[in-house]
Nanobody
Framework: QARLVESGGGLVQAGGSLRLSCTVSGRTFSKDAMGWFRQAPGKEREFLAIISSNGENTYYTERLRGRFTVSRDNPRNTAYLQMNDLQREDTAVYFC???????????????WGRGTQVTVSS
């Protein structure tokens, strides 16, 4: 069975940066597109970014305004989300997820991590 584990979250001051990691086991990572989502308390899960299985294609939600970058290192079975200029509204639990599809719909992701908390203070 697939296992996805996020790491790298924590408390950061507004304007700061974090890099989240997502390590994957139990499935063929090189065949998966990897997505990043976040969910704040009381809000719907929000799509952030997706990267293709070979890392050559990416897609971001407009809401990020160029502050976030998704990448991956297939030999290490790891995906990353670099987050810069973090703001209070970025506070959320951040999830990585795997899919065989090119999709922004969380229903089409078949494996999820448990999430890592990112808290941005001022």
């Amino acid at each position: 069975q697939a296992r996805l584990v996020e790491s790298g979250g924590g408390l950061v001051q507004a304007g700061g940066s974090l890099r989240l990691s997502c390590t994957v086991s139990g499935r063929t990572f090189s065949k998966d597109a990897m997505g990043w989502f976040r969910q704040a308390p009381g809000k719907e899960r929000e799509f952030l970014a997706i990267i293709s299985s070979n890392g050559e294609n990416t897609y971001y939600t407009e809401r990020l305004r160029g502050r976030f970058t998704v990448s991956r290192d297939n030999p290490r079975n790891t995906a990353y989300l670099q987050m810069n200029d973090l703001q209070r509204e970025d506070t959320a639990v951040y999830f990585c997820a795997a899919t065989w599809l090119w999709t922004v719909d969380p229903a089409n992701y078949d494996a999820w991590g448990r999430g890592t908390q990112v808290t941005v203070s001022s």
